[in-house]
């Protein structure tokens, strides 16, 4: 195929600034048809369309910039607009694919109001889907559970692409077929009440621990120069992320843990891996005011984590995978660590909270035995992550 005339490009452009705009648009469209013709040409021959009042028109002209650019933001946008124009159903789901693709940086203003424009359209569009799709689980599942119904929530914003979807990423030890979920149901762990009912017992212990000369609080990571730590550098051996071991890789560490009996015998009573060299694991994590655990992934999807905290002032928050939420003092979390999370203490007072290990529940008393067989045959990770 030859390139478009230049010359008769020019005549057209002309001819659109004497008003005339039906001739402007035969003579692009004979030029630009049988030729290579690029993109922003058809775009072009779409808006003279478009202004001479021909919206399926323009938008067939669009399509064919869109075969040569399925990514070009304008051609998005004038396709949802056309649509919008046409009342056709789908503007709401165009705008909103669109607009993935808006530009950043600073915009035209008439650019910026398009798009703003376009935000309510897909705002709209989403607002009705959403209605819909919470009646029907409404309808088909009234006699949901709660963990059911926060599951079907879920599918509700993945449908919308309101939220990511997360993966289990462990850096070092991913067994097959586990459940991945950011946050583990209650249920699934019959000793989450007495823990959670001795949080004042433990929250004493803690608080005398750290009183004591004998405590042994230590930076959170310790990793050496030379191994990359990328985003968790700024925290490596900082005490602004401090812990106060009971166990750690599997050793209990009798200058904390023997001044906190309470504690320890509430750990006896849960089953935590015993894997040489790795775990069991429990501690106190202490975070400094204004301080933030960048995102990261544990390392081992075979096991969970627990937090139980203890001294949490408020504005302080955690997150994990697509799923925020406030630490309450008192109320147990179990998570899988090895989807990305994230912590952080924007106040102007210390947080506190113990973090211990546990099986992955959905794991067989077989496959708990194999696994820390080969991680410790591995040489055991170290599994705070």
Same mark, same amino acid.
């Given at each position: 195929?030859?390139?478009?005339?230049?010359?008769?490009?020019?005549?057209?452009?002309?001819?659109?600034?004497?008003?005339?705009?039906?001739?402007?648009?035969?003579?692009?469209?004979?030029?630009?048809?049988?030729?290579?013709?690029?993109?922003?040409?058809?775009?072009?021959?779409?808006?003279?369309?478009?202004?001479?009042? =021909?919206?399926?028109?323009?938008?067939?002209?669009?399509?064919?910039?869109?075969?040569?650019?399925?990514?070009?933001?304008?051609?998005?946008?004038?396709?949802?607009?056309?649509?919008? #124009?046409?009342?056709?159903?789908?503007?709401?789901?165009?705008?909103?694919?669109?607009?993935? =693709?808006?530009?950043?940086?600073?915009?035209?203003?008439?650019?910026?109001?398009?798009?703003?424009?376009?935000?309510?359209?897909?705002?709209?569009?989403?607002?009705?889907?959403?209605?819909?799709?919470?009646?029907?689980?409404? #309808?088909?599942?009234?006699?949901?559970?709660?963990?059911?119904?926060?599951?079907?929530?879920?599918?509700?914003?993945?449908?919308?692409?309101?939220?990511?979807?997360?993966?289990? +990423?462990?850096?070092?030890?991913?067994?097959?077929?586990?459940?991945? #979920?950011?946050?583990?149901?209650? $249920?699934?762990?019959?000793?989450?009440?007495?823990?959670?009912?001795?949080?004042?017992?433990?929250?004493?212990?803690?608080?005398?621990?750290?009183?004591?000369?004998?405590?042994?609080?230590?930076?959170?990571?310790?990793?050496?120069?030379?191994?990359?730590?990328?985003?968790?550098?700024?925290?490596?051996?900082?005490?602004?992320?401090?812990?106060?071991?009971?166990?750690?890789?599997?050793? #209990?560490?009798?200058?904390?843990?023997?001044?906190?009996?309470?504690?320890?015998?509430?750990?006896?009573?849960?089953?935590?891996?015993?894997?040489?060299?790795?775990?069991?694991?429990?501690?106190?994590?202490?975070?400094?005011?204004?301080?933030?655990?960048?995102?990261?992934?544990?390392?081992?999807?075979?096991?969970?984590?627990?937090?139980?905290?203890?001294?949490?002032?408020?504005?302080?928050?955690?997150?994990?995978?697509?799923?925020?939420?406030?630490?309450?003092?008192?109320?147990?979390?179990?998570?899988?660590?090895?989807?990305? $999370?994230?912590?952080?203490?924007?106040?102007?007072?210390?947080?506190?909270?113990?973090?211990?290990?546990?099986?992955?529940?959905?794991?067989?008393?077989? +496959?708990?035995?194999?696994?820390?067989?080969?991680?410790?045959?591995?040489?055991?990770?170290?599994?705070?992550?």
């Amino acid at each position: 195929m030859a390139a478009p005339d230049p010359a008769r490009i020019a005549e057209a452009d002309a001819l659109v600034r004497q008003g005339d705009v039906a001739r402007a648009a035969a003579l692009l469209e004979a030029t630009l048809e049988g030729s290579d013709a690029d993109a922003p040409l058809w775009l072009r021959l779409a808006g003279l369309r478009r202004a001479l009042g =021909q919206p399926r028109r323009s938008l067939d002209a669009v399509h064919r910039a869109l075969t040569l650019a399925p990514l070009d933001f304008m051609a998005l946008a004038m396709r949802a607009s056309l649509l919008e #124009r046409m009342g056709d159903a789908e503007a709401g789901r165009a705008w909103d694919h669109a607009l993935v =693709q808006k530009p950043e940086g600073d915009l035209p203003p008439v650019l910026t109001q398009m798009i703003a424009a376009g935000e309510q359209v897909r705002d709209a569009w989403i607002a009705e889907r959403s209605e819909a799709l919470t009646e029907a689980a409404r #309808r088909e599942a009234s006699d949901a559970d709660a963990d059911e119904r926060a599951k079907l929530d879920r599918f509700r914003t993945n449908i919308l692409r309101r939220t990511k979807v997360y993966r289990s +990423e462990p850096i070092y030890y991913h067994y097959p077929g586990l459940s991945e #979920r950011e946050y583990h149901p209650r $249920h699934r762990f019959p000793w989450i009440a007495e823990l959670e009912a001795a949080t004042a017992e433990i929250r004493a212990e803690m608080e005398a621990l750290l009183r004591s000369e004998r405590a042994e609080l230590v930076p959170y990571l310790q990793y050496s120069d030379h191994e990359p730590i990328g985003q968790m550098a700024n925290l490596n051996r900082n005490r602004d992320w401090t812990a106060i071991h009971l166990l750690r890789g599997g050793k #209990r560490i009798d200058a904390n843990a023997d001044m906190c009996p309470r504690t320890m015998a509430l750990l006896d009573r849960i089953d935590q891996p015993a894997i040489t060299g790795a775990s069991p694991t429990a501690m106190f994590s202490l975070l400094a005011p204004h301080t933030t655990i960048p995102p990261h992934n544990g390392v081992n999807n075979s096991r969970l984590l627990c937090h139980l905290p203890l001294v949490v002032p408020e504005g302080c928050w955690f997150r994990v995978g697509a799923e925020t939420r406030p630490w309450r003092e008192g109320e147990a979390l179990i998570f899988d660590d090895t989807i990305e $999370h994230e912590a952080s203490n924007p106040t102007d007072h210390l947080r506190v909270v113990m973090i211990f290990d546990l099986w992955h529940p959905d794991l067989s008393a077989v +496959e708990r035995r194999a696994i820390a067989g080969m991680i410790g045959a591995d040489g055991g990770a170290p599994m705070e992550g």
